[in-house]
């Protein structure tokens, strides 16, 4: 096994001082995490854009290196997905097999992406894609390897814990998605003033589950939107699935070496409360500390309510709505650091009414916030999960509930 000194680079994460990063072979993962002496938790690097792998003080658990096979079988029309793929190599690789999944606005996310909830454009269809999971192959924090299936395993509390919680329970190697049709969408993309924010969101809130907006509040003037639909509508134009969907934002213009932290929240259909809370929205965004810190949503709903709460831990069923706050600074300024982490509270603090929830697909036990968070995505379910961590992890190995 490899240990390099070196950090780990991530571009949204360019202030974190990991101490090192570690590159086992997925064989020796067992004898790894039962014997490892080191700074507790590992983060751990899949293929993906690694949001959880940075951290001050931690050690690196990467395995971009590792199995980037995307295998189709057409027996059952699922996908296996091996640990350092991204979302974008699965599109891909189902084209030729006229399949898709339920990927998000970005080809980028690797297996984090599915194991934390994972939503995008075709979720109102058919789901959330932690909802398409047949199996999920890897390693407890306690080095005790697992290959879990649906079949055989689903209702039970590893399963629930896995599909929502994984990056707290244990190392996820492998996992088996079932697949959708590739289906042609027809996708439309404008501007708009804020003014206009409430009466999208109130048209969306009417639409059918063949239809899915996502916006994204980036300056101070105006907002883009991006329309996302299973048939033909005026104004729109086609495309031949989620691999060629267009980007939600355009790149921002500021330098690259960035620190990011992301909350994202879940909420309700509240088009009135939304409209409401604009005018100050409005403020707040105007008074954003860095001009790449930004707001964006989502819509859920439809397919994402038909799972019961329980089956999962991805509780919030009943979300129609994940907004999504980002505070970015450059690396190393902690005055901005400490503005635009106030800034992305004010904002929070500002859509708790609206959004209750949260969806946890970044972790932040190195901000003061992280157990309210983990109140507000896990609820009523957090004690048991904590439970399973005991066992599955008892030396924290991983990152802490």
């Not at 800034?343 to 036990?365: K, S």
């Amino acid at each position: 096994m490899d240990q390099a000194p070196q950090p780990l680079f991530n571009p949204q994460a360019a202030d974190a001082r990991v101490l090192g990063v570690l590159k086992p072979d997925l064989a020796e993962l067992p004898t790894l995490l039962r014997s490892w002496s080191g700074p507790t938790p590992l983060r751990v690097a899949s293929g993906g854009t690694t949001s959880r792998a940075a951290a001050d003080g931690c050690w690196c658990l990467d395995l971009r290196r590792q199995d980037s096979e995307v295998t189709w079988n057409a027996a059952d029309a699922t996908v296996r997905i091996g640990a350092a793929c991204r979302t974008g190599d699965v599109l891909t690789c189902l084209v030729p097999h006229g399949r898709t999944i339920v990927a998000g606005l970005s080809g980028l996310p690797g297996l984090g992406y599915v194991l934390t909830g994972g939503m995008g454009p075709l979720s109102r269809r058919f789901g959330l894609a932690v909802d398409q999971l047949k199996s999920i192959t890897g390693v407890w924090g306690n080095g005790d390897p697992f290959q879990l299936e649906r079949s055989r395993h689903g209702g039970t509390a590893e399963w629930r814990g896995l599909c929502g919680a994984a990056p707290f329970l244990g190392v996820v190697t492998e996992v088996e998605l079932f697949t959708q049709a590739l289906e042609p969408l027809w996708v439309h993309q404008d501007r708009g003033a804020p003014q206009q924010l409430a009466d999208w969101i109130e048209a969306a809130e009417q639409e059918d589950a063949g239809g899915s907006l996502q916006w994204h509040w980036g300056d101070d003037a105006s907002l883009m939107r991006l329309q996302v639909r299973s048939d033909p509508a005026p104004g729109h134009h086609r495309i031949d699935g989620l691999h060629e969907l267009p980007p939600l934002a355009s790149p921002p213009s500021v330098p690259p070496r960035l620190h990011g932290e992301v909350v994202g929240l879940l909420g309700p259909a509240a088009a009135g409360q939304w409209r409401r809370l604009i005018p100050d929205l409005e403020k707040l965004m105007a008074l954003r500390p860095h001009p790449a810190c930004s707001l964006s949503a989502q819509q859920l709903g439809g397919a994402t309510a038909r799972v019961h709460p329980q089956h999962t831990s991805f509780i919030h069923r009943d979300a129609v709505w994940k907004p999504w706050i980002t505070a970015l600074w450059p690396a190393g300024d902690l005055d901005l650091r400490q503005r635009s982490l106030t800034w992305l509270d004010a904002v929070w603090q500002l859509l708790r009414p609206v959004c209750p929830g949260v969806h946890l697909a970044q972790l932040h036990d190195h901000l003061p916030f992280h157990q309210h968070e983990l109140d507000l995505a896990f609820g009523v379910w957090l004690p048991e999960l904590r439970e399973l961590k005991r066992r599955k992890d008892p030396r924290g190995m991983l990152p802490p509930l």
